[in-house]
């Protein structure tokens, strides 16, 4: 379950990025046109934004607290850049502690509901499998 959160936090991230290199080659087509060197826009951390999506990758597959300098810098740049990201990521993120450190059953149904209807808010189409699966096998006592 946690697994298919991280997919779907990814499937997020890819969709940005292949938002990301559509953009970057129009503006290179654009820069051809007018006879100009294309120039790509840098972020503070030196990144386009193509690489920073492409970069970003491995650190989301990680729990904030094990993040290295640099992760957290691209990640900060992600956020601030695609709030959807954050979003997903933190809803990526307290699944998997729903089911690490919750210990009662009872309890771990009552933040799963909670955590489903979060998702349901949120409208992520990638996170549906894991929702409609917690949706199914939630049986309330």
């Known amino acids: ?34 006879k100009k060197r294309y120039e790509p826009v840098m972020l503070s951390n030196g990144d386009t934004v193509k690489q920073l999506l492409a970069r970003s990758r491995y650190s989301f ?7 290295t300098l640099t992760q957290k810098e691209r990640a900060e740049l992600v956020f601030d850049l695609f709030p959807d990201i954050e979003k997903a990521h933190k809803l990526s993120q307290r699944l998997t502690h729903i089911f690490n ?6 309890i771990a149904f009552t933040k ?9 808010v949120a409208g992520f189409k990638s996170f549906n499998t894991i929702s409609k699966t917690i949706e199914t096998h939630y049986q309330p006592s």
């Open 1 to 34: 379950m946690q697994k298919l959160a991280t997919e779907a936090l990814q499937e997020i991230r890819i969709k940005h990025r292949w938002e990301a290199i559509d953009q970057e080659n129009e503006a290179i087509e654009e820069a051809k046109s007018q």
């Open 101 to 106: 450190h919750t210990k009662d059953k009872i």
């Open 61 to 67: 597959y990680k729990r904030k607290e094990k993040w």
């Open 112 to 120: 799963l509901a909670k955590w489903h209807e979060e998702v349901r």
